[in-house]
């Protein structure tokens, strides 16, 4: 996902950002062909389909220069790994945090980022991997202190248990490291494994200050304040960047940087929802805006001195129950059998030359060759559901089904004013009001979604993940395995993501995840796969090296970025 900064914790995306992004007419122009297909991408997609930077070389671009970008919520947590960090926030400062040993191409392909590693070796020593790391003396955090193998130890430290005192989404690879160790001098560490856990380059896509060991600072300490002075990158907050008021996040060239000199000056990220921002990119106020539905591409297209930049769209979309409100298992699963989930995908992409086939999986992408199918109600419909609350022991009395004098009810959250996530949430109220479940609609502003996720404060909303790799391990780790009492899940199934960890055949394991992923919605039911789209972003003329960058993400080489001369 990240160009030196691959997070090891799901991105969580909602409101008007789950739903936007849906697609335009294939016959707009853009640096593609305009020839694209107007079908989601599956198996066998040409990878040049699937991405679209409008690539330059950097000796084309002018020097200088502002980029003007919104995002939906910034803050009030600006800490990337704890639990109150989302991919808006993630996204304003990824050109500020590079601190990682990995980078990843479009295709999701990582080598080491020479800024921060020379060198990453893996051995076996009793069954299990050992890790020899050589990091780039060179590396430094903007305070100066030196990225060695105190950092490493620190982010390991912090990272390795959910149950430790540190409020972190996932524990990922961190939790099978036994020991980082200095080897040698302070920029040769040796990583040794208490288990076996692959893929093993997945370790230290993220560094953390050794200062972060102060739980306080972790915890609470980013509370608005990005803290630049823990981070390492091409760009920098400016003096006053961080403007609580009104949402703006002002970065500039960052002079400590080591590595290649950005072409832009200062980018600015302000916060605004879908209206606002295509309001804003009309009247120049902003240099990039999506097209979220057929409304808004026609409003876009007319905007003079544009482009548009076109690919896959990493999200597993739809539709996220929280089990410590939706505590009963029978009703989350009977609303994922009475979804009829074509209809909702029909409203979603309504007046747009754009269909697909219905998602059934939450940590792989269609086109991806691991992708598998393991939706566990195939065709749904209210009598499926209906079913299910009955074998449950409920029975109708009026419209809804009851059990022990609980009515089958819960809220279902909308962020946003985006019409078409307001029509989807209709969907849902009529289609399971069928079914004999009664869904009350919760309207919140976009800017809520941040601290409404952290608080766990919804019952069930449009929402979804962006996915940052085509290996399935880590997804499948974060989304099944319990690794807080709160989550939902089984003790077979956590033992089944432990075993899958073991495999270090890629394949072989990713077809395990499969098998849990599969296991999981069954039994459990808690993340619902409605839909991913294509991406599209409508720019500015002259805009280069920034687009729809696939895995990529948000860490795209923010130093390349610039504007044609």
């Keep these: 996902m990240e160009k030196n900064f691959i997070l090891n ?23 593609k062909d305009s020839k694209a297909s107007t079908q989601g991408a599956t198996a066998g997609t040409d990878a040049k389909e699937l991405y679209d930077m409008a690539e330059a070389a950097v000796s084309d671009l002018k020097q200088g220069g502002t980029l003007r970008l919104s995002v939906t919520s910034l803050g009030p947590d600006f800490n990337l790994l704890g639990t109150g960090g989302t991919s808006y926030t993630q996204a304003a400062l990824s050109p500020v945090y590079y601190n990682g040993i990995w980078q990843a191409d479009p295709k999701g392909k990582r080598t080491l980022a020479s800024e921060f590693a020379k060198s990453f070796d893996v051995t076996q020593e009793n069954g299990v991997p050992v890790v020899s790391i050589e990091l780039n003396p060179q590396a430094k955090f903007n305070d100066g202190t030196p990225i060695d193998y105190k950092a490493l130890q620190a982010t390991w430290n912090i990272l390795k248990s959910t149950d430790g005192d540190y409020k972190i989404e996932t524990s990922g690879i961190y939790g099978s490291v036994a020991s980082v160790e200095r080897d040698g001098d302070d920029f040769k560490v040796k990583v040794t494994f208490a288990e076996a856990y692959y893929p093993v380059n ?32 091409p760009f920098t907050i400016a003096e006053g960047g961080w403007n609580s008021s009104e949402k703006t996040l002002t970065l500039t060239r960052n002079e400590k940087w080591w590595g290649q000199k950005p072409v832009l000056e200062r980018i600015v990220f302000r916060q605004m929802d879908s209206a606002a921002e295509r309001a804003a990119f009309k009247n120049d106020e902003i240099d990039v805006a999506p097209a979220t539905a057929a409304a808004s591409y026609k409003e876009l297209k007319e905007v003079s001195n544009t482009e548009m930049r076109r690919g896959v769209r990493l999200f597993s979309g739809g539709m996220i129950m929280n089990p410590a409100r939706m505590k009963d298992v029978a009703l989350r699963r009977a609303v994922m059998a009475g979804l009829n989930r074509e209809a909702i995908s029909k409203v979603r992409f309504q007046g747009l030359d754009y269909e697909e086939k219905q998602p059934g999986s939450m940590i792989h992408m269609p086109f991806s060759e691991y992708y598998q199918d393991v939706y566990p109600t195939p065709n749904n419909d209210a009598s499926a559901a209906s079913k299910i609350l009955e074998e449950a022991g409920y029975t109708k009395k009026g419209d809804f089904y009851e059990k022990d004098g609980q009515q089958a009810t819960f809220k279902y959250s909308v962020f946003g004013e985006d019409p078409t996530s307001k029509a989807v949430a209709q969907t849902v109220v009529q289609q399971l009001k069928a079914a004999g479940i009664n869904v009350e609609l919760d309207a919140r502003a976009a800017s809520e979604f941040g601290k409404a996720m952290q608080a766990k404060d919804y019952d069930a909303t449009a929402s979804g993940y962006g996915l940052t790799d085509p290996d399935a391990t880590q997804a499948t780790q974060q989304f099944y395995e319990r690794e807080k009492p709160e989550d939902a899940g089984t003790d077979e199934i956590d033992k089944l993501v432990e075993k899958m960890k073991l495999i270090s055949d890629d394949k072989a394991r990713n077809q395990a995840c499969n098998e849990i992923e599969k296991k999981h919605m069954a039994e459990v039911a808690v ?15 002259g805009l280069r090296n920034y687009g729809v960058s696939l895995y990529q993400g948000t860490g795209i080489p923010w130093e390349k970025v610039g504007w044609a001369e």
Excluded: M, Q, W
């Design 9 to 31: 914790r799901r991105t969580v995306l909602g409101g008007a950002a789950a739903l936007g992004a849906v697609g335009v007419l294939a016959a707009c122009g853009s640096s």
């Design 202 to 233: 997945v370790l230290f896509a993220e560094i953390l200050h050794p200062a972060l060991l102060d739980k306080e600072l972790f915890n609470n300490g980013f509370v608005d304040n990005p803290h630049p002075e823990y981070a390492a990158g």
């Design 527 to 541: 993340l619902v796969p409605l839909f991913n789209g294509p991406e599209y972003k409508f720019v500015k003329k």
